[in-house]
């Protein structure tokens, strides 16, 4: 079928209109016709190869939201006319221990991503949301209810489980005290779940000007991290701090924040492999813990508890001739919190 699109030719290029062909729908497939498309920061490090191995001619965008028109005749969970997500996977092994626990994000053959990446027939380049359409087994699309925001939405199959997803393995809940580091695309959806369980949320920064956003979105307290007598007063203060900073940075100085049992959760990719000294792990028990979107079964439970809580990404909503200057904007940290591309400008 064939799909128009916008895709980088090679990591020089600036994102240009596109054609590609889409697959026919297989009997498990759901062909979703794209209404809007988040735009996430690994979109712009996947484009311009920062990552390395990346593959063209590539169709970005793994935050994909749209409505169902058409089906394979064994689907099962979807028909015609439902408004449907697809996220930052389209398929797996579906075999190992971990695919089978439904945590399909840590699959032992390597999930296949959204886009960049071989599907699993080995042949078939996957290309992204920044497109008309999309057509994906029924296991990697997700029901979306029509009560919420449809284009804020879009942020959530990516930034959305991205803080959701290692918040609910913290255990975090009312009483407890949480930090989040950073306030951008995943940041902001840190402090709004975080907020929600019932946590003391506290926002930590660099930026002075992020304390009125921060208590907008809900946060208790603002903690400035360039201030030395601040840091130093809420030593050993947090439960969780859930760091979502891109830039590299010193791990230390948010482990030090960390009460007995503590958990830095990372989910931000810096550049440079980070370091610490094993005297601030070993103080108060603290641990570091990893953690990559989120499988099926809590991706869906993720997008219920926000159509039940009404709970959205801040956007900007933008059309998809405006693309490029949206990744140069997002370098310059100027956007509050998550582009997202009207596709019906395609």
């Not at 924040?257 to 610490?276: C, F, I, S």
Request: net charge neutral; charged share 25%; glycine share 8%.
């Amino acid at each position: 079928m064939i799909t128009k699109a916008y895709a980088a030719l090679t990591a020089k290029d600036p994102l240009a209109p596109f054609q590609f062909e889409r697959r026919e729908v297989r009997p498990n497939d759901v062909q979703v016709e794209i209404m809007y498309c988040g735009v996430c920061h690994s979109d712009i490090h996947q484009v311009r190869d920062e990552w390395g191995e990346s593959i063209y001619p590539m169709v970005p965008g793994h935050e994909i939201v749209g409505r169902v028109i058409k089906t394979g005749k064994d689907v099962k969970k979807f028909k015609a006319g439902d408004i449907a997500g697809v996220g930052v996977m389209i398929d797996s092994c579906r075999k190992c221990k971990n695919c089978r626990q439904q945590m399909e994000q840590y699959c032992v053959e390597d999930m296949t991503g959204t886009y960049n990446g071989m599907e699993r027939d080995g042949v078939t380049i996957a290309q992204g949301g920044y497109s008309s359409q999309i057509v994906t087994d029924e296991r990697y699309v997700y029901h979306i209810s029509s009560r919420l925001d449809l284009k804020a939405v879009a942020p959530l199959l990516c930034a959305g489980i991205t803080t959701y997803s290692p918040l609910r393995y913290a255990g975090v809940t009312k009483g407890m005290k949480v930090g989040v580091v950073g306030l951008g695309g995943l940041g902001h959806m840190g402090v709004k779940f975080a907020v929600s369980f019932g946590a003391e949320v506290t926002l930590i920064s660099t930026s002075p000007s992020k304390q009125k956003d921060a208590e907008r979105l809900g946060a208790h307290k603002f903690l400035l991290s360039t201030d030395e007598k601040q840091m130093k007063g809420s030593d050993s203060y947090f439960d969780v701090v859930l760091n979502t900073i891109s830039a590299n940075h010193d791990y230390e100085k948010y482990l030090n924040l960390l009460d007995l049992n503590g958990k830095m959760l990372v989910v931000g990719l810096p550049a440079e492999d980070p370091r610490t000294r094993p005297f601030a792990l070993i103080k108060n028990r603290r641990s570091i813990t990893g953690s990559m979107i989120g499988g099926t079964k809590e991706t869906q439970e993720m997008l219920d508890y926000c159509a039940e809580k009404n709970i959205v990404a801040d956007i900007e909503l933008i059309p998809i001739g405006q693309i490029n200057e949206a990744y140069e904007r997002m370098i310059r940290n100027d956007v509050r919190y998550r582009f997202v591309i009207d596709m019906s400008t395609l």
